[in-house]
């Protein structure tokens, strides 16, 4: 984002610096100060920003650039949580929802924006996921990932979106159970486990429902629980997780990967038994021999996951 400051500001200030380190202030003629207090109570703040950009994503004149810098920009003031806070204040909710409504294709890199800008919001922010889960937010997240089939940038950014608004909240993870649990049509607990996978060019959407995955399980309502034990048995979800430890050429997705199964078996006494009658254990000593055989320096890059299979070769154990 540019700097805030005005051109006129910022060149007054050049032209009455002296240049020295020296703390004694030069004597100026009040005219001087008059501008530049003048120029400093008309600065704009974060807030004032926002309005405009609000209403130029708002005003049906503004071209598709025009729309583009304003969420650009947008989004990055709302990575700040007091201006996330003053965002939904200033009626920017209502001014961006519409657009992930809208399956125009060439509107799909203002929805990839909202939707970056909803991962913002919500991202730890307890107030403000409930405020975008009381007016549908997760019902849009889902119609997306629905439409798109799982594939594209779109979708990565629709389940950035999702975990953001899952993450440390067990209300709104309660009512996604819910809302997946009776829809056996659309199921996106079902097509995310149905999505992960080996291929490089997947990689960001794999990355993404392991993040959400792991989230889901930490769930300790027990009905969530046991749903996901039958789902996780029907799908088969350690041979698929097992596949990606084994073969999948990104680091960052065999640490969540080794991560999710961890967790799973920790204080699961049955699934742990079901692990470890698979070929788990040759799986990880294959790949702690593989990293064993690196140099120094790669090694480094590594070192994570290969605690991480200490770890999960432990409890094993």
Request: aromatic share 6%; charged share 20%; net charge neutral.
């Amino acid at each position: 984002m540019n700097s805030n400051i005005p051109a006129s500001l910022l060149k007054f200030c050049l032209e009455h610096s002296d240049g020295t380190t020296e703390s004694v202030v030069p004597t100026r003629d009040t005219k001087d100060y008059e501008f530049l207090k003048s120029a400093l109570n008309n600065l704009k703040n974060d807030a004032d920003f926002m309005k405009e950009f609000i209403n130029c994503v708002k005003n049906e004149n503004s071209n598709f650039e025009q729309k583009l810098h304003a969420l650009k920009e947008l989004q990055y003031l709302v990575e700040d949580i007091d201006n996330a806070r003053d965002f939904c204040k200033l009626g920017g909710l209502q001014t961006i929802l519409p657009y992930l409504e809208n399956i125009d294709h060439n509107q799909l890199i203002l929805q990839d924006l909202v939707l970056w800008i909803i991962s913002c919001l919500v991202q730890n922010n307890n107030l403000l996921q409930q405020q975008l889960f009381n007016i549908g937010i997760l019902n849009k997240i889902q119609e997306i990932l629905i439409r798109n089939q799982f594939r594209g940038s779109l979708v990565c950014r629709a389940l950035s979106a999702l975990s953001s608004l899952l993450k440390n909240n067990s209300q709104i993870q309660n009512n996604f159970f819910e809302l997946n649990n009776t829809n056996n049509t659309n199921n996106v607990i079902i097509s995310l486990i149905e999505n992960l996978s080996i291929n490089e060019i997947d990689s960001g959407c794999t990355m993404r429902i392991l993040v959400i995955l792991q989230t889901l399980i930490t769930n300790k309502q027990q009905r969530n629980i046991n749903y996901l034990n039958e789902i996780f048995k029907k799908l088969n979800i350690i041979d698929r997780i097992k596949l990606l430890i084994e073969q999948h050429q990104n680091v960052d997705i065999r640490e969540k990967a080794l991560i999710f199964l961890t967790t799973f078996i920790q204080n699961n006494k049955k699934q742990k038994k079901n692990l470890k009658q698979t070929n788990i254990k040759q799986i990880l000593t294959n790949r702690l021999q593989i990293i064993q055989q690196l140099n120094s320096e790669q090694m480094e890059i590594y070192q994570n996951e290969c605690d991480i299979i200490q770890q999960l070769n432990n409890i094993l154990n």
